[in-house]
């Protein structure tokens, strides 16, 4: 009786307090609600600060067909007032958060109440999880079909396919596309605006996305086939180009009549992304009303002043429907409310309130496809793949992870599917990533998929030779015994002399903070070619490994970023298995313990 009880009071939460209160007549705005079972703090909006520097390009484009809402025959039973709604960086997580079962059931009592509502999209919406691998994103257009998105925003990772299904994907989206930044041959691809009259009111909607995409997909979809390249995101290094395209399109959008402007961005937070990020465009740009933002999973708000001094609200919109932004509108009132509701709890609202709609179907029907496409049979092996010893068992008779403590041959296809597909001087993955063995036979997605299951994305650093050496040597550390952090490599090679103890030092919390004595590591070559440790070389691996400091690896730190989030890494796996392979796994990785990449020196 009290679980009934407790569900009805948070399934009030989202149906009556985001419904019914919002539509007595006494009340004049949306209220800020935090639809979670826990209590929950919003940061308090504070002014900016901001620097960036300047240059400049013309956007180009062209207008965006205006709708009018108010000529609907059912407009005449509404109440002339609508509201926006927008979602961010959902990347597959059509179930977690709100959920889209959630985001259609507010949208359902908004619309049943009178409201005339749009929902809006800020981009990387088909990539991330095991649906979006197994339908390259198509699922999820298709499921945003269901949910009659009115556009969204190109943002980074809509490529992560590649450029042909990118382009299948927006044939088969029922709604519009739009980036005053996404350019062809200096030619925008797709409109840089939309315009809307809804409920009397013009709206117009600038969408811009991230430059850093020409890194953070990989850079050869943007390529002709002589390798030159054919897109950009207006890049420049000063800002100007980009400032430049959203304000000329806020400038159009403006004499096209829209009394309100919403910069729709694919942005973020990033201080790294400078002088791109959302601090940087808007503090440059002038005639904007609100900015709802992406790309950097961020759900801050903040106030800040544009070039002329106005104050423009900024609203992150976080990740995996975990946040739904909000902006009330009326014909006389102008921008009554605009805010987030937030969704904390780590059971999606549908799951812990019994949320069913239309879209439940869907998505179940989606999930059903994602099953049936992992049983599907993709690639061949003539050899085992593996992860523990052939032969060896521990004391108990049990496997003894070998990709933890030695080269295998699973090991060498994941490190070398890094290093082809980005195109790195070497690869690296950490033995306590690859969490499953291909059996020898037929290989289904499901098998490629589980060997790599935590969805990490690919990134490419630059980094001297000596912090590649410090980075094995931090890996070889536990070397007779297991260790996650023991690196499998590609594109080099290197000897573990084990009758050296080890010299690897950390902190409190296991991160690496140096070597006493002598090194393990040695005979460190890149190719044939000795290692130079002044050198420079590309690095290709997991962001958990050379970004986030994973397994306590800290030989990285303050590398310049040459390619940022590319894909997942089951994604590269199965490209390189696909593509490079031509769906066949052969001799070359016949041996269990690998090429010879990795020689260890038993401890006498």
Known sequence: MFKSSFKRSLRALISITTAMLLMTGCMDQIPEIQVTPKETSSEKPTDAETTAST??????????????????????????????LFTSDVHCGMDKGFGYVGLQDIRDELENKGYTTMLIDNG?????????????????????????????????????????????????????????????????????????????VKIGFVGVTTPTAITTSTPKYFQNDKGEYIYDFMQDDTGDMLYEAVQKSIDEVRAQGASYVYLVGHLGMNEGDHPWNYKDVISHISGIDVCFDGHSHDTEHVIMKDKDGKDVPRFGLGTKLNVIGYSHVTKDGGIVDTNVWSWTNSVSLPDLLGVKNRISKVIDEDMAETDKLMKKVVAHSSVDLTVNDPTEKDENGQPIRMVRRAETNLGDLCADAYRDQTGADIGFINGGGIRAEISKGDITYGDIINVNPFGDTVCVIEAKGQQIIDALEWGARGIPDENGGFLQVSGMSYEIDASIPSGAQSDDNGMCTGFNGKRRVKNVKIGDDPIDPSKSYTVASINYLLQENGNGFTSFDGCKLVQNDQ???????????????????????????????IVIHDAA
């Open 567 to 597: 894909k997942l890494d089951n994604q590269i796996l199965v490209d390189y298995i696909s593509d490079t392979l031509k769906g066949e796994i052969g001799d070359e990785y016949k041996d269990p313990y690998g090429q010879g990449r």
């Open 124 to 200: 990387d919406f088909i990539q991330g999880e095991a649906v979006g691998t197994l339908t390259k994103g198509e699922d999820l257009v298709k499921l945003m079909n269901s949910l009659n998105y009115d556009f969204a925003v190109v943002g980074n990772h809509e490529f992560d396919y590649g450029m042909d299904q990118f382009m299948k994907i927006t044939d088969m989206a029922n709604f519009p596309l739009i980036s005053c930044n996404f350019r062809k041959n200096g030619d925008l691809v797709f409109d840089p605006y939309v315009i809307k009259e809804v409920c009397g």
């Open 55 to 84: 240059t400049g390009t013309e956007a180009g484009g062209t207008t965006a067909e205006t709708k009018d809402v108010s000529d609907d025959p059912k407009a005449a039973e509404k109440n002339q007032e609508v509201v926006l």
